[in-house]
Nanobody, 127 residues
Framework: QVQLVESGGGSVQAGGSLRLSCVASGYTTTTGCMGWFRQAPGKEREGVAIIGPAGKTNYADSVKGRFTISQDNAAAEKTLYLQMDTLKLEDTAMYYC???????????????????WGQGTQVTVSS
């Protein structure tokens, strides 16, 4: 059974940084795709960053150059990270870790194509 658990959210002033983590237990595939999504109140869930089986990354235009996705596969459980720098007010949202078993992996994949989800961690950016 796959379980994704996020941590690292919080409140930060505009221009600041946060690092999100997601521990994936039971997710043993070496060909899957993992990513971060976010959802602000009244808006649809949107892809922020994804990382494929070969470590290839892809980002939403709104976060390019500011966010960095990475993963650590050394331990028994994969850990996914999202380093968020130069945060803006519009980055305020609930952030979710997601994973899918298929190898298809690009930022355009809709949320419904992901099989597993974490519970979310809130990121609030203030002025």
């Amino acid at each position: 059974q796959v379980q994704l658990v996020e941590s690292g959210g919080g409140s930060v002033q505009a221009g600041g940084s946060l690092r999100l983590s997601c521990v994936a237990s039971g997710y043993t595939t070496t060909t899957g795709c993992m990513g971060w999504f976010r959802q602000a109140p009244g808006k649809e869930r949107e892809g922020v960053a994804i990382i494929g089986p070969a470590g290839k990354t892809n980002y939403a235009d709104s976060v390019k150059g500011r966010f960095t996705i990475s993963q650590d596969n050394a331990a028994a459980e994969k850990t996914l990270y999202l380093q968020m720098d130069t945060l803006k007010l519009e980055d305020t949202a609930m952030y979710y870790c997601a994973a899918r078993g298929g190898a298809l992996c690009n930022i355009g994949l809709p949320a419904r194509r992901f099989d597993y989800w974490g519970q979310g961690t809130q990121v609030t950016v203030s002025s």
